[in-house]
């Protein structure tokens, strides 16, 4: 029999959700778990979501747990609206493509519910690490390059580090050519919007290059040379000042000549395609993933209250929109 892991442990002793308050004035119901606090449009909530969204929390705390001092103990907020439709004309008023949004100065998420309780548990993965992170930045008054923000979020969705090869962006980083990589020059000053507009192949290569350089970062080297990394770019040191300073490449181009080996290596390719089909995305290229039309983008737009700034993913959402 395969021994019960400690995160099950955890969460079968703490996940039984709180009943759910009784629907107020605005129709709105409330669910609590240990670390969310969960207002529904719907009366029930999803199967599987009280466990799944403790699940998350666990395992972006040994992540992200560097990067708050308020993550143990307060409880994230999320909304979960009934359906797309009522997400789109709610009270953030987020983009008709998206499907997930961070609210940075409530530290809550907002999404619609979707077919798979799996789809959204990725989705408030991605946002809430956004919540970390941007805070984590504004404590010096500062927001984090676009690049990293996107690349952690992205890293965050999967929910078996130790398997990397389900991630979707995982699998696009395996699938694209070397050659349309930026030279990292450009790469670490790039703002999407600002600079790639509507170009949806140039978008599609910045983001599965900032989920790869930063699964470099993060998984190929210690969790504290990646924290002190961002506690350079907090106070404002770029990124190559920054590698330079905590990994030691005196040279950016001997950073990208590493990074890329480490891209190439055929154990990548060799664990997407021992995944059964299933498990895969579709086979095309990253350019023409991107230029699907007729299909919801994935969101990491975020809000606060006095400024809005949204920013769409590269790949069609799963979530069957």
């Known amino acids: 029999m395969r021994p019960l892991r400690p995160l099950a442990v955890v969460l079968a002793l703490l996940c039984a959700a709180a009943p759910a308050r009784s629907a107020g004035d605005d129709g709105w119901h409330e669910t609590t778990t240990p670390h969310f606090r969960i207002e ?4 029930w909530l999803p199967a599987g979501l009280t466990m799944g969204v403790e699940s998350v929390h666990f395992r972006l705390l040994m992540d992200l747990g560097m990067f708050s001092n308020w993550m143990s103990n307060a409880r994230i907020t999320l909304y979960l609206y009934r359906d797309q439709d009522a997400y789109v004309h709610g009270r953030f008023s987020p983009p008709t493509w998206s499907n997930g949004l961070a609210i940075y100065d409530q ?8 077919p798979a309780t799996s789809e959204m548990l990725r989705v408030l993965a991605h946002e809430t690490t956004h919540v970390i992170f941007v805070n984590y930045f504004r404590e010096k008054k500062r927001d984090p390059p676009n690049w990293i923000n996107e690349g952690l979020a992205m890293l965050e969705e999967n929910s078996d580090p130790q398997r ?5 962006w995982y699998q696009a980083m395996v699938r694209m050519d070397p ?11 790039l703002s999407p919007i600002r600079d790639l507009g509507s170009d949806k192949a140039a978008v599609a290569v910045f983001y599965v290059q900032a989920y790869s350089i930063t699964n470099f970062l993060l998984r190929e080297h210690s969790h504290l040379q990646f924290k002190a990394f961002c506690d ?3 106070d404002g040191m770029s990124a190559p000042e920054a590698l330079k300073l905590v990994y030691h490449y005196d040279d950016l181009g001997r950073f990208e000549k590493d990074w890329l080996a480490w891209t190439a290596d055929p154990a990548h390719r060799r664990a997407v395609a021992a995944l059964p089909v299933s498990a895969r995305e579709a086979p095309a290229s990253v350019d023409q993933s991107a230029a699907l039309s007729g299909k919801a983008w994935f969101s990491s737009g975020w809000y606060d209250s006095s400024w809005k700034i949204r920013m769409p993913s590269v790949f069609p959402a799963s979530s069957g929109q």
């Open 164 to 168: 990397p090869e389900l991630s979707r």
């Open 179 to 189: 050659r349309k990589w930026f030279p990292l020059d450009r790469f670490f000053a």
């Open 40 to 43: 529904h449009q719907a009366v």
């Open 107 to 114: 530290k809550a998420v907002a999404i619609p519910t979707m």
């Open 232 to 234: 350079h770019l907090r």
